[in-house]
């Protein structure tokens, strides 16, 4: 008979919110509050806690779901509750980590920016949460920007949960007003542009959180039931798997069934439990149900995967995530600067060098590894053996995904984004992709000229009467690649987009984004100034005087559309007449400095980009300028 039982003293809470929003930063301040410090060391420490990878603290992003535990003591002198919190990213290109981190709470706390408003971001992780049927709690955070306008955003929010189609029950959810920075918050509206007075804490926050956020239930006649949500790695433990426990008690030293993937079940014993306080992980000795913990000793589960009662064992269903868009080619570093550094001279370079990731084994290899903690990506074969085709959400995640091999020390050559499709009923269908784009009133124009090229339809437009407008799009993914570059440019800097997958429509046909052709190196050696001086006038250079280059590199955008083989390395030659211009000083425009993610965008069909810890180089697939040139003439002549 089914005994159903509650524990009083946890609860289980993600923060879902928009890229930027502050979730993060609110996290900062329940672990500040709730005395997960102790004095001393609060004082020293650093904002956004959560965001413990070089690359977040870099881009300003959360990029992989997180787990934290706060002790929270009740004003009323009750028993401490500990408050499991989960921060997630904001981004859709990480959608994988969302789901995960969804799968692990009983309800949500949707952030949303008092001057923003719900965004596309906060509409993808909204929805994923009404899907999962968990109670929400609205915060609209930094309540004390000057162009806040906390009442439009309350509503706004109310009409995106009647566009996702939540029922009664969901849409009434309490709200708190939060300034995250300051660590108060209160359930009264203070006005726009200002801290909430009544409150100097984020009690009101915690209160709320305990009466609203469901504490877990179980059955207590069941077997012990728990999902891997995430994985991590430690270097004396091996792999450790981070799980809820559903059903059931976890000991540390305890054998359990482990369900994998393809259903085939194996006795494993648990070496060591631990669970999470404040930001570090402490052993324990076991964890009931509804509890978050970590368990070490079985060094090949996944993601996804149930461990059980070895009397009676069974699965929780696996995580589905959604499908992936967008997909490049990661292969070896096939240039002829291949392990050389960044110019391959001096004893420094020889010695950084040596420990330098070449071989299509690492790569593989690599790529193998990402494969275990990321749900969203899939790695397929090709036809060649040091060149695979990596699938993922969007172009972003895969970009970080080689930001951080080439920090690593591997060298690959990357190939110009493309995207998924599939077929639908015998007709080929694209991913299409919903644009927000907010931009002062002057740049409409500019906007709607840029969008018009990449087929993308206008869905909505509403203007605050701030001088701004919000324009909706629905655009084929394709059409993003390399739009984020041009978009800022058109905009000079002031325009804000965020793009959300809406699903799969017929293929819109062929797109031109890029009229300008390249400039292509067709010799190898070292680029000079002179030969600078007179190719600046040709288009925009992307390398200064020293610069090692090869035959097929491309060193410059055309002003044309088609591509121009030059000759960079082209030295003065020197007489022993005096020119009449001899003590005329030429100036070299400073070439512009590509990072990895411009490059990408850059990139047409024959491009491909060279990674190296050191360098970026954007390339030709094909270098020699022969072979190209009769491919070319091939292509024409049918």
Same mark, same amino acid.
């Given at each position: 008979?089914?005994v ?22 609110l ?20 904002? @956004? ?12 992003? &959360?990029?992989?779901?997180?787990? &934290? ?7 009323d ?44 971001? &906060? ?12 109670p ?18 309350? /509503? ?7 566009? $996702? ?85 976890? @000991? ?6 482990w ?7 194996? /006795?494993?014993?648990?070496?060591? $439990? ?6 570090? @992980?402490?052993p ?5 149900p ?18 059980a ?30 392990g ?12 950084a ?15 193998d @590894? ?6 969203? $990506? ?20 895969l ?80 059409g993003l690649?390399?739009?984020?570059t041009?978009?800022?440019?058109? &905009?000079?800097?002031?325009?804000? #987009? ?10 819109f046909?062929t797109?031109?984004?890029? /009229? ?19 190719l600046?006038?040709?288009?925009? *250079?992307?390398?200064?005087? #020293? ?21 960079i ?24 400095? *590509? ?28 270098l ?6 009769r ?8």
């Open positions: 008979m089914a159903t039982a509650t524990r009083h003293d946890i609860r289980n809470v993600a923060i879902v919110a928009h890229v930027d929003h502050g979730k993060t930063t996290v900062d301040a329940m672990l500040k509050q709730a005395g997960a410090f102790a004095a001393h060391a609060a004082e020293s420490l650093d904002d @956004r806690m959560m965001d413990s990878n070089d690359l977040e603290r870099e881009k300003g992003i &959360t990029i992989l779901a997180k787990n &934290t535990a706060v002790k929270y003591h009740p004003k002198g009750g028993e401490p509750i500990t408050i499991n919190i989960i921060d997630t990213p904001g981004h859709a290109d990480f959608g994988g980590e969302v789901e995960r981190g969804l799968s692990m709470v009983d309800a949500v706390v949707l952030l949303v920016d008092a001057s923003e408003g719900p965004l596309p971001q &906060t509409r993808f992780v909204l929805r994923k949460a009404l899907q999962a049927r968990l929400v709690i609205l915060c609209i955070n930094k309540t004390d920007r000057p162009d806040s306008r906390i009442d439009e955003v309350v /509503n706004e929010a109310y009409d995106l949960f009647l566009d $996702l189609d939540a029922d009664e029950e969901q849409i009434e959810f309490p709200i708190v007003y939060a300034c995250a920075r300051d660590g108060v918050a209160s359930l009264t509206k203070p006005e726009d542009g200002t801290v909430p007075q009544d409150s100097d804490s984020l009690e009101p926050f915690f209160s709320t959180l305990l009466s609203h956020v469901p504490a877990p239930t179980y059955d207590e006649s069941l077997p012990l039931q728990a999902h891997v949500t995430n994985l991590d790695a430690d270097n004396f433990l091996g792999r450790i798997a981070l799980l809820r426990v559903e059903q059931g008690e976890l @000991r540390k030293g305890q054998t359990v069934a369900i994998k993937r393809d259903g085939t079940v194996s /006795n494993v014993r648990i070496s060591e $439990l631990m669970m999470t306080e404040a930001l570090t @992980r402490k324990a000795e076991k964890a009931g509804g509890d978050i913990c970590a368990v070490a000793g079985i060094p090949d589960i996944m993601i996804g995967e149930t461990l009662d070895p009397e009676n064992p069974i699965a929780l269903p696996l995580i589905t995530v959604d499908e992936p868009a967008i997909s490049m080619t990661i292969g070896t570093n096939t240039s002829p600067l291949v050389r550094g960044g110019t391959g001279k001096g004893a420094e370079a020889k010695a060098v040596k420990d330098r990731k070449v071989t299509a084994r690492q790569v593989k290899d690599r790529l @590894r990402e494969l275990v903690g990321n749900v969203s $990506l899939r790695v397929l074969d090709t036809e060649r053996p040091d060149t695979w085709e990596v699938q993922g959400r969007g172009e972003l995640a970009a970080i995904l080689v930001e951080q091999m080439r920090r690593e020390g591997y060298e690959l050559t990357v190939g110009k984004p493309q995207v998924v499709t599939k077929e639908v009923d015998g007709k080929v269908h694209e991913p299409v992709e919903r644009m927000t784009i907010d931009v002062p009133e002057e740049h409409m124009g500019a906007v709607t000229q840029l969008m018009g090229v990449r087929k993308g339809r206008m869905d909505n437009m509403s203007n605050h009467g701030s001088g701004w407008v919000r324009m909706e799009f629905v655009v084929p993914s394709r690649i390399g739009f984020r041009e978009f800022l440019t058109s &905009t000079r800097g002031t325009g804000i #987009g965020h793009s959300i997958h809406e699903g799969h429509e017929p293929w046909g797109l031109t984004t890029r /009229n300008n052709g390249s400039l292509v190196a067709d010799r190898s050696g070292a680029v000079t100034a002179f030969a600078m001086t007179n600046q006038e040709r288009g925009v *250079l992307f390398v200064e005087p #020293g610069t090692e280059v090869y035959e097929g590199m491309i060193v410059g955008e055309n002003s044309r559309s088609d591509d121009m083989d030059v000759n390395t082209k030295e003065k030659k020197l007489t022993n007449m005096r020119s009449s211009t001899a003590d005329v000083t030429e100036s070299i425009v400073p070439p512009r400095k *590509l990072s990895l993610e411009q490059s990408l965008e850059f990139c047409r069909d024959d491009e491909c980009v060279e990674v190296t810890p050191e360098a970026v180089r954007i390339r030709k697939v094909v020699d300028q022969r072979d190209r040139a491919a070319a003439s091939r292509a024409k002549h049918g």
